[in-house]
T-cell receptor
Framework: AQSVAQPEDQVNVAEGNPLTVKCTYS??????LFWYVQYPNRGLQFLLKYITGDNLVKGSYGFEAEFNKSQTSFHLKKPSALVSDSALYFC????????????????FGAGTRLAVHP | GAVVSQHPSWVICKSGTSVKIECRSL??????MFWYRQFPKQSLMLMATSNEGSKATYEQGVEKDKFLINHASLTLSTLTVTSAHPEDSSFYIC???????????FGPGTRLTVL
């Protein structure tokens, strides 16, 4: 079965320092990978995705993620964290073997809470 | 572009009543919409997928008679929680698939509290 793991419940980082939010996946075939951010009482906002091509994907708000096939990872990174980056981050994989209503399902990780301290 | 709205953003109701939540794609047509449920400090759980003009496909364990989904147009899907109980209290999030770009866009969510 396809799955996504986010091993850290929470990541704490000082403002201005680099941040990494970890994600590993298990899929058969080539994965479609996504990162979303959720602010309190809000829906999910798309940050970036990997479909194919360059392993380093750049997204919104200065975030980037590196697809590593050998390690089956897709860690989210940012060179310099801001207090406003504090939120809940979800990694997701589009499961191309599982359908719901004729459409490939998005499988979400459990989420990682990022706390950036001034 | 690609904005999805939900209404209401929050609702409080008495046990036994029904609540309808609307999900609209504001600037694109969505042949497919998804309804998710999120418990506190947990991930999103897909409840059902609805295709415009056809019956919704429910995930295993989701009661279709309790969570009624209607997708009558290319820009509107509704989720009705029937005979709501306190255990139905949750954050409900919809998303809509842009059929041209094949991307999913998420609504801001609706917090339901059943007393």
């Amino acid at each position: 079965a396809q799955s996504v793991a986010q091993p850290e419940d929470q990541v704490n980082v000082a403002e201005g320092n680099p941040l990494t939010v970890k994600c590993t996946y298990s899929v058969s075939g080539n994965p479609y990978l996504f990162w979303y951010v959720q602010y309190p009482n809000r829906g999910l906002q798309f940050l970036l995705k990997y479909i194919t091509g360059d392993n380093l994907v750049k997204g919104s708000y200065g975030f980037e993620a590196e697809f590593n096939k050998s390690q089956t990872s897709f860690h989210l990174k940012k060179p310099s964290a801001l207090v406003s980056d504090s939120a809940l981050y979800f990694c997701a994989v589009r499961d191309r073997t599982m359908f719901s209503g004729g459409y490939n399902k998005l499988i979400f990780g459990a989420g990682t809470r990022l706390a950036v301290h001034p | 572009g690609a904005v999805v709205s939900q209404h209401p953003s929050w609702v409080i109701c008495k046990s036994g009543t029904s609540v309808k939540i609307e999900c609209r794609s504001l600037d694109f047509q969505a042949t497919t919409m998804f309804w998710y449920r999120q418990f506190p400090k947990q991930s999103l759980m897909l409840m059902a997928t609805s295709n415009e003009g056809s019956k919704a496909t429910y995930e295993q364990g989701v009661e279709k008679d309790k969570f009624l989904i209607n997708h009558a147009s290319l820009t509107l899907s509704t989720l009705t929680v029937t005979s709501a109980h306190p255990e139905d209290s949750s954050f409900y999030i919809c998303s809509a698939r842009d059929s041209i770009y094949n991307e999913q866009f998420f609504g801001p969510g609706t917090r339901l509290t059943v007393l």
